[in-house]
């Protein structure tokens, strides 16, 4: 059965249980188990959650893996290049042709590199601004009207689960 139809199916029966339980959520939700599927819906649309969360999971791993591997090849590759380039001054070459691919190596230039880049002055600097959402939310959280920049999503609801 389709989960929206019985969500619908639930919200009716709860509704005229809920004066019968006098705001007691346990008797409610045990009612509720009596005379609908509230349990097996919400047992199936978990086990939807758990899957996903394990295959997300594996994602994760598979991109931290894949993240070292391509680390390790970039690496790799960069030292067979310096290679090539060191056969080539060996041979006094500027270059070297085979079928596939013409090799050449010339004279680069010093690099720089920040070391500690809390020590750089501000002179060097480059200013990098970004929405400060605190302030934004402070703002504007009891405002009426918004800017034509700004606009107020609609509260979700937080779903907790613990698992056993």
């Given at each position: 059965?389709n989960p929206?139809?019985?969500?619908a199916?639930?919200?009716?029966i709860?509704e005229?249980?809920a004066?019968m339980?006098?705001g007691?959520?346990g008797?409610?939700?045990d009612?509720?188990e009596g005379?609908?599927?509230?349990?097996?819906?919400?047992?199936?649309l978990w086990e939807?959650?758990a899957r996903?969360?394990?295959t997300?999971?594996?994602?994760k791993?598979?991109?931290?893996?894949?993240s070292i591997?391509k680390?390790?090849?970039?690496a790799?590759?960069d030292?067979f290049?310096?290679a090539i380039?060191?056969?080539l001054?060996?041979?006094?070459?500027s270059?070297f042709?085979?079928?596939?691919?013409?090799?050449?190596?010339?004279?680069?230039?010093?690099?720089?590199?920040?070391v500690?880049p809390?020590?750089v002055p501000t002179e060097?600097?480059?200013?990098?601004y970004?929405?400060?959402?605190?302030?934004?939310?402070?703002?504007?959280?009891?405002?009426g009207?918004?800017p034509?920049?700004?606009?107020?999503?609609?509260a979700?609801?937080v779903?907790?689960a613990r698992t056993?």
């Amino acid at each position: 059965m389709n989960p929206a139809i019985q969500t619908a199916e639930i919200a009716r029966i709860a509704e005229m249980l809920a004066p019968m339980c006098d705001g007691d959520e346990g008797l409610l939700a045990d009612m509720l188990e009596g005379e609908t599927e509230i349990d097996r819906l919400l047992a199936r649309l978990w086990e939807q959650v758990a899957r996903d969360t394990e295959t997300l999971t594996g994602i994760k791993e598979r991109s931290e893996a894949l993240s070292i591997r391509k680390k390790r090849t970039e690496a790799r590759r960069d030292t067979f290049k310096a290679a090539i380039g060191k056969v080539l001054r060996a041979g006094k070459l500027s270059g070297f042709q085979l079928p596939e691919v013409t090799f050449s190596v010339r004279d680069g230039s010093p690099k720089l590199e920040i070391v500690d880049p809390s020590a750089v002055p501000t002179e060097y600097l480059e200013p990098k601004y970004a929405p400060s959402m605190t302030a934004i939310k402070d703002a504007f959280a009891d405002a009426g009207e918004l800017p034509n920049w700004l606009t107020r999503v609609e509260a979700k609801d937080v779903v907790t689960a613990r698992t056993k």
